[in-house]
């Protein structure tokens, strides 16, 4: 596969991933982590004897595993270390871990959109940014088929994480396992249409903007959107009708050199196709349910008695909230348990509203 460096970065990467051979196990033990597929049971020495031995060639050959599989590979890893237990030796096979592996990755097939993105394990991609993905796209087979500019249009994804997901789902070998896992089976239960909010900013000038395309302020934007009927008039345009719309001459030539390139005006074309399918996939805006927190950034800290944080952060982001790691002036408000630290003390300090457990758990039964 590819290789490629951020600009600004010292670490090439291979663009492998999923399909890479080096990053398999990694890959693999993402995928299966609780906050990811959640496959009780898979540890890391499990999926290094699976690969060592030929069992896993990529994430989606988890889910043809049968228990002879799993049994044999234990057979062979105890072989390889020397370490046969002597139940073993006197012809008793324990299975019951094996069985509980294979309901484990069975029971994993269905799960939900967020929970599958951020099990690709896409650079860049943590949880949050894969719930706001799945709350704003809504769906997986127009995640997958998107330029990249596209998802600078939902909250807090700016261009290097648009980019890394854009390089991603470029990269066959990925668009491949990705088909191969709906093709064995894992289903994703929550896919609903795109957020409403998305059509504000469906129009060339904010696309043209958003490919960073150097020159092209937002002002200049607006002028060639005004001047051109679509992306496919300004690839063809010469560089005095770009003067003609409004253009400093030393931009006109930029943007034009820009659109010689051809990946450049395919980049440009297809995101405008794209566009053109996501406007005709939005809902209407009267049918838009908005959550209690729709807007709201919520930071947790401490420890809650009556659900763990990972719980408490799923409720919240339910009803609409953006939880967040740390405390800023943009935080809306601190939900605090028994021994909050430092999170606590710097809400205090910049007067921000902060929530006991009993405030949490009565709002969260108000809107259940």
């Known amino acids: 596969s590819e290789v490629v460096r951020e600009e600004g970065a010292a670490v090439w990467r291979c663009s492998g991933e999923l399909s890479c051979p080096a990053q398999l196990v990694q890959a693999v033990f993402h995928f299966a982590s609780r906050r990811a597929m959640d496959i009780d049971g898979l540890g890391e020495r499990y999926i290094e004897s699976l690969a060592d031995f030929g069992f896993l060639q990529d994430v989606s050959d988890l889910y043809r595993l049968r228990l002879d599989d799993l049994l044999e590979m234990k057979r062979r890893a105890e072989e390889r270390d020397g370490a046969i237990p002597e139940t073993v030796k006197a012809g008793k096979v324990a299975t019951k871990w ?12 269905d799960t939900t959109l967020a929970r599958f993105l951020y099990a690709l394990g896409i650079e860049h991609v943590g949880e949050s940014t894969a719930k706001a993905l799945a709350q704003w796209f809504g769906d997986l087979e127009l995640i997958r088929r998107l330029p990249w500019p596209l998802f600078k249009h939902v909250p807090d994804i700016g261009g290097e994480v648009a980019r890394a997901l854009g390089h991603f789902l470029d990269q066959p070998g990925n668009q491949h396992v990705i088909d191969r896992l709906l093709e064995r089976g894992v289903r994703i239960g929550d896919a609903h249409a795109p957020n409403p909010a998305l059509g504000e900013g469906l129009d060339l000038a904010t ?22 009927a679509d992306a496919e008039a300004l690839v063809d345009a010469p560089v005095h009708s770009m003067v003609t719309a409004g253009l400093p001459n030393d931009s006109a030539n930029v943007l034009a050199a820009w659109l010689e390139d051809e990946a450049n005006a395919g980049l440009l074309l297809r995101s405008a196709q794209a566009m053109k399918t996501l406007r005709d996939r939005l809902p209407e805006r009267s049918g838009q349910v908005v ?31 953006k939880t967040a790691g740390s405390v800023s002036k943009k935080t809306s408000f601190v939900v605090a348990g028994t021994e909050a630290g430092s999170k606590l003390a710097k809400a205090e300090e910049l007067g921000i509203e902060v929530w006991d457990e009993a405030a949490l758990l009565a709002f969260l039964a108000r809107h259940a």
């Not at 930071?299 to 763990?308: C, F, P, R, S």
């Open 98 to 109: 094996a069985d509980n592996l294979i309901a484990a990755i069975d029971r994993s097939r």
């Open 207 to 228: 696309l043209l903007v958003d490919l960073e395309i150097p020159k092209v302020t937002p002002v200049r934007a607006a002028q060639l959107a005004a001047a051109f």
């Open 291 to 321: 959550g209690p927190l729709d807007g709201k950034t919520v930071v947790l800290t401490g420890t809650l008695a009556a659900m763990g944080r990972d719980e408490a952060k799923d409720k919240l982001e339910a009803l609409g909230a």
